[in-house]
Structures are given as C-alpha cells and as structure tokens.
C-alpha cells in the first residue's frame, strides 16, 4: 500500500524554524515526485514546493516561500523533508505532502498524506 506519513508542524514563533518530514512508501520513489502544499482556514490549498525524486531538476518553489522554505530528500529518496526557516503568521496551515507521478504526465496528484499543522504566532 502506498504511505505518505506527513509529520513535523507544530507551534513557533515568528522568525522560527520547523523541518517537516514525509515519509513515503509502497511505490517506485524514481518514478515521482513529492510536493509540499498547505492549506489555511478559509483559504484555498496552495502548492509550496516541489522535488523530482527521479530527476536531477532543480526543486521549485512558491513565490511567498522562495529563500525562507528548502526542500530535500534522503538519499534514499523515502524521506522529503521541508526546512521552514524565518516563519511568518501567515505560514500557518495545515501542510500536506503529495506523490505525483513523472512517469504519466499529468497535473493531478496520486497520493496525499495526512496533514499536519503549522501554527507560527506573532
């Protein structure tokens, strides 16, 4: 069965840190990609960032998170990991991480993790 175990949020102040880690299993990581998206109340989900698992392509990154969020993988490629550096109030959410396969090219997303939630206060 295919697991994304999405964890790591937690309570920081502003202009803290938080590293969120997802870890995958049950598909052939070289075949994907892992992207981060978060979702505040009342807000519409947006994607954060994005990592080939199989490729060297470089990561990307939303706009609003670029030079604050770094997003990487274990060498194993079963692990994802956001580093959220110079958190903000308005990083608060729920953060996902999703499995997107690079083998079919579509925009849809296969596999969701849980949430977990990140609360950054001012």
């Known amino acids: 069965d295919v697991q994304l175990q999405a964890s790591g949020g937690g309570l920081v102040q502003a202009g803290g840190s938080l590293r969120l880690s997802c870890e995958a299993s049950?598909?052939?990581?070289?075949?994907?990609?892992i992207g981060w998206f978060r979702q505040a109340p009342g807000k519409e989900r947006e994607g954060v960032a994005y990592i080939s698992l199989g490729s060297s392509f470089s990561p990307t990154y939303a706009n609003s998170v670029k030079g604050r969020f770094t997003i990487s993988s274990t060498n194993a490629k079963d692990t994802v990991y956001l580093q959220m550096n110079s958190l903000r109030p308005e990083d608060t959410a729920v953060y996902y991480c999703?499995?997107?396969?690079?083998?079919?090219?579509?925009?849809?997303?296969?596999?969701w993790g849980q949430g977990t939630q990140v609360t950054v206060s001012s």
């Open positions: 049950g598909f052939n990581f070289d075949d994907y990609g």
């Open positions: 999703a499995a997107k396969s690079e083998v079919v090219i579509k925009s849809e997303y296969d596999y």
